[in-house]
């Protein structure tokens, strides 16, 4: 059984640009401060707007506890849109993280991720093998901010729709904030704190044949997607304690399969006639071959009167070799004559005899 049905509906999204020139260059300068302070080179560093980042940044704020170990994971700070910033620097770095020969100074890039309401069309397919496809369209509607704190109470639609979105947007920060560096002395490995990476091999910045700017346009793609998916596996949450009668109504196809049995009497007179043709065939075949071998010791009557014990039998058939069953069957065994009756002749000959 299958099941498909299509679902339109609002929820949060994230689109990712590359960043402003300003908070580009505010995040490259501090940044590089921060590979002087620990002699290593930065190859991915992502975090949220929060205390201390803004003109006047440094080293310092990159090499705090919080930003190493993703403390902050929602922007509390911007007031049109709850933002996540990801520096790359991917020259010189394999796809694994691992050092890679380059020609010339490394080139960094720089994208902002920011949190929009947006309009869903879904399509959900359910197989009878327990494979679920989900594919889904969304339009960006407009910008949606994060709030520490939010006046109401759980009952509230409005509140509970703010909460949802901003928890959709910290599990999207969870996933992606965080550095990926390794140390300039000795050839140091790489140390990598971001989650998303550390379990998602295919979201690895660094790619085989693709220069800064493509491995930043397919990063991009890759975290608005993975924001999506974050969006469309809530719709398969079960939570204890939700009353569900409530819920969005969908139209939903079903789809069973069934064996089907067409009969037509053409094609089942053509079988069967062949069939019984053939059957004929084996017959006619295994009547000729009887007769054509005068009947075995299986299956002739002769069978019956070598092997029976009786002292009657017993004289007519006195030779060794007419108890082996060979063929041919001797002539006096094939013409006697068995009769049934009250009585029997003491004497067997070859002539016609009494039982």
């Not at 490394?106 to 069309?121: D, E, F, K, R, V």
């Not at 960006?140 to 409005?158: C, H, I, K, R």
């Not at 049995?261 to 075949?285: D, E, H, K, N, W």
Request: charged letters at 15%.
């Amino acid at each position: 059984m299958n099941l498909t049905y299509d679902l339109d509906f609002y929820g949060p999204a994230v689109s990712c640009q590359p960043s402003s020139v300003r908070d580009f260059q505010l995040a490259k300068q501090a940044i590089a401060e921060f590979e002087n302070m620990t002699d290593g080179r930065v190859f991915y560093y992502g975090w949220v707007p929060q205390p201390g980042w803004g003109p006047g940044v440094n080293g310092s704020f990159f090499d705090s506890t919080d930003l190493r170990i993703g403390n902050f994971r929602i922007d509390f700070q911007s007031q049109d849109a709850a933002r996540v910033f990801v520096y790359l620097n991917t020259t010189g770095v394999d796809a694994k993280g691992g050092r890679a020969p380059f020609v010339g100074t490394p080139a960094a890039q720089m994208i902002t991720c920011a949190l929009y309401n947006a309009s869903y069309a879904a399509h959900f397919e359910v197989k009878s093998t327990g494979e679920q496809q989900v594919t889904a369209d969304h339009t960006f509607q407009n910008w949606m901010a994060a709030y520490s704190t939010v006046n109401g109470t759980t009952e509230d639609p409005l509140v509970t729709r703010q909460m949802n979105i901003q928890a959709v947007m910290e599990a999207f920060g969870m996933m992606i904030v965080g550095p990926v560096t390794f140390s300039n002395v000795n050839q140091g490995p790489t140390t990598n704190s971001v989650y998303s990476l550390s379990m998602n091999p295919p979201l690895f910045p660094s790619q085989p044949g693709l220069n800064q700017t493509g491995m930043t346009l397919r990063l991009s793609t890759l975290y608005e997607d993975l924001a999506q998916n974050i969006t469309l596996s809530m719709l398969y949450g079960v939570l204890p304690g939700v009353d569900y009668s409530g819920q969005t109504d969908a139209a939903v196809i079903k789809s069973t399969f069934q064996p089907r049995f067409v009969y037509q009497p053409r094609t089942l007179l053509v079988t069967y006639g062949v069939s019984t043709l053939f059957a004929f065939i084996c017959v006619v075949m295994g009547v000729h071959a009887l007769l054509h071998n005068g009947a075995s010791y299986t299956n002739s009557f002769s069978t019956i009167v070598r092997v029976t014990r009786d002292p009657s039998f017993s004289r007519l058939i006195a030779d060794e070799g007419d108890l082996q069953g060979a063929e041919p069957v001797p002539r006096h065994i094939r013409e006697a004559e068995i009769r049934l009756g009250r009585s029997a002749k003491v004497s067997a000959s070859h002539a016609s005899s009494w039982l």
